[in-house]
């Protein structure tokens, strides 16, 4: 036995065994019937979404959904240069608030545009074994949600590269999908359609234990950190689908209390679950190895704090009596849409691209912004109240409390509401302002519980709330 043999671990000696066995290097997607890898990600993936980080609101750093973006967030340096692999429609975006320069890498055209169009800087269509960027670009390469779909036979080549186009001592970070073998069929155990269904799900071809993933890292970087993340937080969303689709255990009238919730509920248990997971994460406690996820950190320098290295959350949150000042000002009127001192409260759903990019409101919500002074606030409105024809919709506008104006959209299309304000409201000695919106009714898209549900309670959506001071 040579000396480099003996130096082996049993675990290392298995690993590697495995790694070269034929059925590890075939490649699932072929065995899947996947043919078109950037249609498959497109249809699965992409959507009209509005990630730009001007469209953030505070409130939203507690949804499960942005747990993953937050722990990002919270771990790069303000004016640091990020790459993200697999960028899809964008979920980083955010990281403009802290002044990063970020770019992209994605598979498929039309993720890479979507992310450019949410804010990103610069984004690329490639192979991520193949980066068409210069050697040390970047402060850190990150991903969420894509090591699990890349191929046993080119995980090596994709780390080669992200160690290629980091700075020297640059950090890599990932959020990675991961299995228990102990609990779930191995790619090589699961029959042809038992592997066309289970991949068809998200495109999953790459999914390793926790440890396998932080031996590969270890291959490639001196220093590697992971958690494991997700063994006690998922959204209602993800418990259902880990369930339905994946066939994890949990209880029967446990899910059949998640089917049976409404938006609102959905959200409340959402942002409950993510306030969890970031208390987890803010008194540093280790979680038990959980088959779903992982959190790692690598690289060549020695490793800071795994949560909330550069943790500053200040530009998340309006600015009481900032001046207001980006691309939503223009001379004297100012966009309150896009201006990150503004607040939107939650009677605002997320922005959608309707188009153009609009919020849809409750029953009623409100906008607080600070200004020295007001003389005008113009509005486009639209409604898709399916009985609109035989019912207007009533709509009334204040501004701090009083109202402004009330009137009936009875036809569809955009209408541009242009209101006056009264001498005796357009000063306010602290400069601040809340404008308040009032429907008369809401109505459901598609309240039936499937997988096209949209049970939101909409009334009417609003975009280009304009000012003039």
């Not at 043999?5 to 075939?26: C, G, Q, R, V, W």
């Not at 919709?393 to 104006?405: K, M, T, Y």
């Not at 898209?445 to 709330?465: H, M, Q, Y």
């Amino acid at each position: 036995m040579s000396n480099a043999l003996a130096a082996l671990t049993i675990y290392d000696l298995l690993f590697t065994i495995y790694l070269h066995m034929p059925s590890a290097k075939e490649n699932l997607y072929d065995r899947a019937g996947i043919t078109d890898l950037a249609e498959f990600y497109r249809t699965k993936f992409v959507s009209d979404e509005v990630l730009d980080a001007r469209y953030f609101k505070a409130l939203d750093r507690f949804d499960i959904r942005f747990a993953r973006t937050m722990w990002i967030y919270d771990n790069v340096r303000a004016g640091s240069t990020v790459l993200e692999l697999g960028c899809g429609t964008g979920m980083l975006a955010l990281l403009k608030r802290k002044g990063v320069t970020l770019a992209g890498v994605d598979l498929s055209d039309v993720c890479a545009r979507a992310a450019r169009r949410n804010g990103y800087d610069e984004t690329f269509v490639a192979e991520l074994s193949s980066l068409p960027l210069p050697d040390a670009g970047f402060d850190y390469v990150v991903s969420l949600d894509v090591l699990g779909h890349i191929g046993m036979e080119e995980k090596d080549a994709v780390l080669a590269e992200v160690k290629r186009v980091l700075h020297p001592g640059g950090v890599t970070m990932h959020g990675i999908e991961c299995t228990d073998h102990s609990a779930q069929k191995t790619y090589d155990e699961m029959s042809a359609e038992e592997l066309r269904r289970f991949i068809a799900v998200d495109g999953h071809v790459g999914l390793e234990e926790e440890q396998e993933h932080a031996h590969r890292f270890k291959k490639f970087f001196a220093h590697v950190a992971w958690e494991p993340r997700y063994a006690l937080c998922l959204s209602s969303e993800e418990f259902l689908k880990q369930a339905d689709k994946y066939g994890l255990a949990f209880e029967d009238d446990f899910l059949d209390y998640l089917r049976g919730l409404s938006f609102k509920e959905r959200r409340a248990f959402d942002m409950a679950m993510g306030y969890v997971f970031g208390k987890i994460s803010d008194l540093n406690l280790h979680l038990p190895k959980s088959g779903l996820y992982v959190f790692l950190k690598a690289s060549d320098a020695p490793l800071g704090p795994f949560y909330n290295e550069h943790r500053d959350r200040r530009g998340l949150f309006a600015a009481p009596g900032t001046s207001m000042v980006g691309d939503h000002e223009v001379g004297q009127a100012i966009c309150l849409d896009r201006s990150t001192d503004v607040t939107f409260d939650a009677g605002w759903y997320e922005p959608n691209m309707l188009p153009p990019i609009a919020r849809w409101m409750s029953q009623g919500a409100r906008v607080k912004f600070y200004a020295a002074k007001v003389s005008q606030i113009r509005v486009d409105v639209t409604t898709h109240m399916p009985d609109l024809g035989t019912r207007a919709l009533g709509l009334e506008i204040f501004l701090n409390g009083e109202r402004l104006c009330a009137l009936s959209l009875w036809r569809y299309g955009w209408l541009e509401l242009c209101v006056a304000i009264p001498e005796t409201l357009s000063e306010q000695a602290s400069g601040e302002f809340e404008l308040e919106l009032r429907a008369d009714r809401t109505w459901q898209p598609r309240p039936v519980a499937n997988e096209t549900r949209d049970d939101r309670e909409l009334s009417i959506a609003v975009c280009n709330i304009v000012i003039k001071r």
